[in-house]
C-alpha cells in the first residue's frame, strides 16, 4: 500500500464514522469535507491509478489512425483483432513460404505486425494516412479489383478481407481481388462482413460461417460474421457449415 492511500484511507475512516443527518432545508454546504492533506493525497492516489490503466493499455492496444465514416471505416476492438491475428499465424506456421494479404483491413494487419513481425504482410487499403507502412501498402480501390501490381497476383496463401460496404456489388468486386491476390485451390481465405452477407459469401467464395463474432470499437448495428474457406477444428469457436 502506498502512503497516499493509508492516509487517505485513515481520512475516509474519521468521515465515515461521524453521523450527518440531512433534512430537505440542508443544502449541503455543511457537510464534513476532506481535509486538503487528504484530498491531496486523493489526487495523488487517483493519478497513480491512472498511470496503471494506461500503462497497461499501452501494453493491449495497437496505436491506429482516427476512423473515417466516410470511408466506412471501422476498427476491430482488441479481442477481435488479436483472435484473427492468431489464427493468421497459426496457420502461416503450416505454410513453407507465409504470406498475408490484408483487405481493407488494417486493424489486423498492425496486430499481425506486432504478434508476428516475422510474418510478410502487405495491406491493401483505400486510405493513403496508411503509406506509413512504407513498401507493406499499396493502394486499393474496391472499384477496381483487378488494378493491382502484377506482381502481387496469385502470390498470397493467406487472404484476409473486410469489404468496406454491406452491397452485393461490393462483395463481388472485393471477391474478384480475392482471387486476383490468392492461389488458385490453395489459398486460407478469411472473409469478414455482415450477417446479411452469408449466402452470398458462399455463392461467390465458397465460404461458411464460424461461431466467433466479430466486434468493432464503435458498436454497430449490423451483426458481422468471420467466414472461411477452410475448417479451422476448434479454433475460431468452430465452422457453422449447414449440411
Known amino acids: 500500500m502506498t502512503s497516499a492511500e493509508g492516509n487517505l484511507g485513515e481520512e475516509l475512516e474519521l468521515h465515515r ?31 497513480e491509478q491512472n498511470r496503471e490503466v494506461a500503462a497497461a493499455d499501452g501494453a493491449e492496444e495497437v496505436s491506429l489512425v482516427a476512423e473515417d465514416w466516410r470511408l466506412s471505416q471501422f476498427w476491430y476492438d482488441r479481442e477481435t483483432a488479436e483472435t484473427i491475428a ?10 513453407a513460404s507465409p504470406r498475408v494479404s490484408c483487405i481493407a483491413c488494417p486493424t489486423l494487419y498492425a496486430y499481425l505486425k506486432r504478434s508476428a513481425p ?53 462483395l463481388e468486386k472485393v471477391a474478384e481481388a480475392i482471387r486476383f491476390l490468392s492461389i ?19 455463392e461467390v ?12 470499437t464503435s458498436k454497430l448495428g449490423n451483426e458481422f460474421r468471420l ?17
Open 86 to 95: 492468431a489464427e493468421v499465424a497459426t496457420l502461416c506456421e503450416t505454410l
Open 205 to 216: 467464395l465458397g465460404l461458411h460461417p464460424c461461431g466467433f463474432r466479430p466486434q468493432h
Open 17 to 47: 464514522k461521524e453521523t450527518v443527518v440531512v433534512t430537505e432545508e440542508d443544502d449541503g454546504d455543511d457537510l464534513p469535507a476532506l481535509s486538503s492533506h487528504a484530498l491531496d493525497a486523493l489526487k495523488e492516489f487517483l493519478a
Open 227 to 243: 467466414f472461411t474457406s477452410y475448417d479451422p477444428g476448434t479454433r475460431l469457436s468452430g465452422w457453422q457449415k449447414e449440411l
Open 118 to 170: 516475422q510474418v510478410p504482410a502487405q495491406l491493401l487499403e483505400y486510405d493513403k494516412r496508411f503509406e506509413q507502412y512504407g513498401t507493406e501498402f499499396t493502394f486499393y480501390d474496391y472499384n477496381h479489383p483487378e488494378d493491382l501490381p502484377s506482381s502481387l497476383k496469385h502470390s498470397f496463401p493467406i487472404v484476409v478481407a473486410d469489404p468496406p460496404y454491406l452491397s452485393k456489388e461490393c
Open 184 to 202: 488458385p485451390g490453395e489459398s486460407y481465405v478469411l472473409l469478414l462482413t455482415g450477417e446479411v452477407q452469408k449466402d452470398l459469401a458462399a
